[in-house]
Every structure is written in structure tokens, then in C-alpha cells.
């Protein structure tokens, strides 16, 4: 075992756990201590991660059960939708998937709310596995129970609240990952840090060298640390009534400009400039020194990340930015640092402030 394993609790008590291995051989003993042997399960992986890992997969499954399918569906954003729902349904119909079988989540974020929310749908809900392939996927989208697909042009706006049985992640599946997509995840796990926990923002940025050797025992160690953090926030907050919106610092500028950049930026990349934004704004109100607004920068810096984003006028951000669904009442809900490791939410961060923030990211 690379890390012990994370048991993550709701309503105080245990409710899944998240298995953080080497590779995938513990997969049938973490199915077996679950009581999900012997189910039939569909393995659900996208067109770049199935060829990849899904054998490797399936042939760990067969060890615990004689049923197992595989619905394949083409990579990217662009198919997290209804239609391939549709697909998937298609497919667990075809292959007798009842009400005690079990969904497989095989790949990254798109794959798991994607899985997540079939699961949630099909036959009114039947239970579902994690296994994601990407750091950001193992750090943020399958820890919190949060499902669902675009439609048409909205981003997640059809999904569920729905706990997966158990999280497995091999960090030998981060070997493949391209470097702009670790890079993301790094990105979030930068925010987890100064949201809540300085030394954790502190150990990531002082130990990006053997970070970005993709040394598995570290790897292991920080996306635990991540995944704990994670999983006490929205443990305390499950449906984000107050302080699982602090998991949104960088998100409010983030979402106009990748938005604006129509999306030719990735999220992680989107987020990491709304981390500049968001320390601009609290820099201005004295909540943040020149110091620690440096140590933020460096920190996005020394994983590759974009401190700010070129040929976009201030003013449009501005407007992307007010328009994002976190606008509650007309206010803005902003969420600013109080010094490296702690977070707040603001509702009366002004235009003037937002251009100061969004200023900063402008070239
Ligand atoms: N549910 C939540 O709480 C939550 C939180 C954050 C993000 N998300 C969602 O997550 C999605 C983004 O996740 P993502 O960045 O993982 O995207 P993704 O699933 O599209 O993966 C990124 C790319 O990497 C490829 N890939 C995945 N694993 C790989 C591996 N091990 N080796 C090589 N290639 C691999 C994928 O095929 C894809 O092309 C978005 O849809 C976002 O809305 C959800
Ligand atoms: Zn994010």
C-alpha cells in the first residue's frame, strides 16, 4: 500500500473509502471488503484512458466477479452530455446491469461526473466506483460526491449528489497523463492549500522538484492530503450551504476567463490565474502581503501554471465574471485570503476591487 487509506464520513459516520496504491492489484480486496464482489459491472472509460488501463481493470474485477462490460465513449468535454448518457444507458440495459450492479468510473473528471451521474440515474440509482486517472480527478472531482453533464451550452447543469461505494487510485496511472493536465491538478491542489492550510501550501511548493519527478510516494502523500482536506470540507457542508463555497477561491475570475477563452485554456490553468485575481483583490484590502503574494505566484509558476492571460480587455472579464451563476441577490460571492491558508466568503467585493484583481491577470 502506497498511503493508508482515507475513510470519508457523512453525518459523522463512515460513509466510503479512498484507497491511494501503486497500481491496480488491491482493486479486488478493496471490492471484496466493500461486499461489492460478485456484482455485475460495467467499466465506463473514455476513448484515450480504455485503451490505456481498462484490461488492466478488467482483469482485477474478473478476480471478484464473472460479469463485466465496458462502455467506451470519445474523450474530451465535449461528450459529457445527455446523448452519451443515453449511450450508457443503452449499454447497461444490453448487458442486464439490475439494481445490485456496479458502475466502474475509469479515467478523468468528465468520465467520473459523467459515471456518476448514470449511476445516480439509471433504475433510480445504483451504486458506483471511482478509479480516476487524473490528478485532478483524484484530488477534486471524485471526492465530494457531486455528479452530472453539461447541456447544450451549460457547463454541469444537469447532475445529482451521488456517493460513489469506494475511491481507488493507482498513482502509476499519473505516469501517462499529459504534463499541461498534471500541471491542473496542481493548480487545484494549490487552492485546496490556501484555502484551509498553510502547511500544506508550504510542503507543495517546497517540494515541486521531487513533485514533478512524479515520485509515486509523494505523489501518494500529497494527494491524501488533499483528498482529507477535500473530504473535511464538504463532509461539514454537504449540499454547499457555506463553507464548501470556499472551495470556489479562484473560480469566479477563473470560470470568465476560460469562458472568454472559449475554452482554450484548461480549467486547472483557469483557476491558477484566478488565484492571482482573487490575491490581487486581498492584497488590495491589506489581507495579504507583497510577500505571500509572491509565494502564490511562485507557487503556480514552479508548476507551469499561467499567472495571467493575454488579448482580453478588463472589462470583459468584469462582465463574464458578474455573470457567473455565484452571484447570489445581484452580490457577488467572492472568496478572498486572509493571509496564506485561510479563506472567507465576501459579498461586498466592489466593481473597482474586481478590476484590481482582474488587472493584475491582464497583459
Ligand atoms: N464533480 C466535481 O466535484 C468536479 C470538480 C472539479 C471538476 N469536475 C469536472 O471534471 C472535468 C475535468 O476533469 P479532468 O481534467 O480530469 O478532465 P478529463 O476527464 O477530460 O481528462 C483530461 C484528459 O486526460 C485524458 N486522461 C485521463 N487520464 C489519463 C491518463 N492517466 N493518461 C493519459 N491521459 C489521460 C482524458 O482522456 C482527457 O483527454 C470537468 O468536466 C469538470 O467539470 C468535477
Ligand atoms: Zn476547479
Not at 10 to 20: K, Q, T, V
Not at 262 to 290: K, M, N, Y
Not at 316 to 341: S, V
Amino acid at each position: 500500500m502506497a498511503e493508508e487509506k482515507l475513510l470519508v464520513k457523512r453525518d459523522g459516520d463512515f460513509c466510503y473509502p479512498i484507497y491511494f496504491e501503486n497500481d491496480f492489484s488491491f482493486l479486488p480486496q478493496a471490492l471484496s471488503d466493500e461486499g461489492l464482489a460478485g456484482k455485475n459491472m460495467c467499466i465506463v472509460s473514455d476513448s484515450t484512458v480504455a485503451p490505456l488501463y481498462a484490461d488492466q481493470v478488467k482483469t482485477e474485477l474478473l478476480k471478484v466477479t464473472d460479469q463485466v462490460c465496458q462502455f467506451t465513449f470519445p474523450a474530451g468535454e465535449a461528450h459529457k452530455n445527455l446523448d452519451t448518457i443515453q449511450d450508457l444507458f443503452q449499454c447497461l440495459i444490453e448487458n442486464g446491469l439490475d439494481r445490485k450492479s456496479l458502475v466502474v468510473a475509469l479515467g478523468g473528471g468528465v468520465t467520473g461526473d459523467l459515471s456518476g451521474f448514470g449511476a445516480a440515474a439509471y433504475l433510480r440509482g445504483i451504486d458506483f466506483i471511482q478509479i480516476p486517472t487524473t490528478l485532478l480527478a483524484q484530488v477534486d472531482s471524485s471526492v465530494g460526491g457531486k455528479t452530472g453533464v453539461d447541456f447544450r451550452q451549460f457547463k454541469n447543469m444537469v447532475g445529482a449528489f451521488h456517493q460513489p461505494r469506494l475511491v481507488y487510485m493507482s498513482m502509476a496511472t499519473l505516469q501517462t497523463l499529459p504534463e499541461r493536465e498534471f500541471c491542473c491538478g496542481m493548480g487545484e491542489i494549490l487552492k485546496t492549500g490556501l484555502i484551509c492550510d498553510k502547511a500544506f501550501f508550504d510542503f507543495v511548493c517546497s517540494n515541486y522538484e521531487v513533485i514533478r519527478t512524479m515520485d509515486p510516494k509523494m505523489l501518494a502523500i500529497m494527494i491524501r492530503r488533499c483528498c482529507a482536506i477535500k473530504a473535511g470540507v464538504v463532509e461539514r457542508d454537504p449540499k454547499e450551504q457555506g463553507e464548501r463555497a470556499l472551495l470556489n477561491l479562484g473560480h469566479t475570475v477563473g470560470h470568465a476567463v476560460e469562458k472568454l477563452m472559449d475554452f482554450h485554456l484548461l480549467h486547472g490553468q483557469c483557476v491558477g490565474i484566478g488565484l492571482v485575481a482573487a490575491a490581487a483583490i486581498s492584497r488590495e484590502r491589506g489581507l495579504l502581503t507583497d510577500a505571500e503574494y509572491e509565494q502564490i505566484c511562485h507557487g503556480l509558476e514552479v508548476y507551469h501554471l499561467p499567472l495571467y492571460v493575454e488579448g482580453l480587455s478588463p472589462e470583459d472579464i468584469l462582465a463574464a465574471t458578474k455573470k457567473d451563476k455565484k452571484m447570489e441577490q445581484g452580490q457577488i460571492k467572492f472568496i478572498l485570503m486572509d493571509g496564506l491558508g485561510k479563506s472567507f466568503i465576501d459579498k461586498t467585493v466592489t466593481d473597482q476591487e474586481l478590476l484590481v484583481g482582474i488587472r493584475a491577470i491582464c497583459r
